[in-house]
C-alpha cells in the first residue's frame, strides 16, 4: 500500500506478529510466547529480562509462526499452551524432540 505525504511515497508495510516456542539449555522446558520481534524477544528471556524464564536460561528458538493480524497470533499462542495445543508442539517437532 502506497501513502502519499508530502510529495514523496511511503510504503507501508503490514505489521507481523509471532508466536515463539522457545526451549530451556538448561532442563529442556518449553516456553510459548507471542511477540512483534522475535530477535528482541528471545534476547529479552536470554538476558533474564522476564521473570518466568529468568531460572532456566540460556533458551534456543525452536519454533515460530509469523501472523499479519495480532488476534491471530493471540488465540494460536493460547491454543499451544492449551493441553491439545502441547500435544500439537509434539506432533509438528516429533523428529526435534528424542522419543
Not at 525452536?62 to 495480532?70: K, R, T, V
Amino acid at each position: 500500500m502506497a501513502v502519499a505525504f508530502k510529495s514523496l511515497i511511503y510504503y507501508a508495510t503490514p505489521a507481523m506478529y509471532f508466536v515463539y516456542i522457545l526451549q530451556s539449555d538448561k532442563d529442556g522446558r518449553l516456553y510459548i510466547g507471542f511477540t512483534d520481534n522475535i530477535e528482541r524477544r528471545s534476547k529479552q528471556h536470554n538476558e533474564g529480562k522476564s521473570l518466568a524464564t529468568k531460572p532456566f536460561r540460556p533458551y534456543k528458538l525452536i519454533y515460530y509462526e509469523a501472523f499479519l493480524d495480532i488476534k491471530d497470533a493471540k488465540a494460536r499462542e493460547k491454543f499451544l499452551k492449551s493441553g491439545w495445543g502441547r500435544r500439537s508442539i509434539k506432533k509438528m517437532l516429533k523428529f526435534y524432540f528424542p522419543t
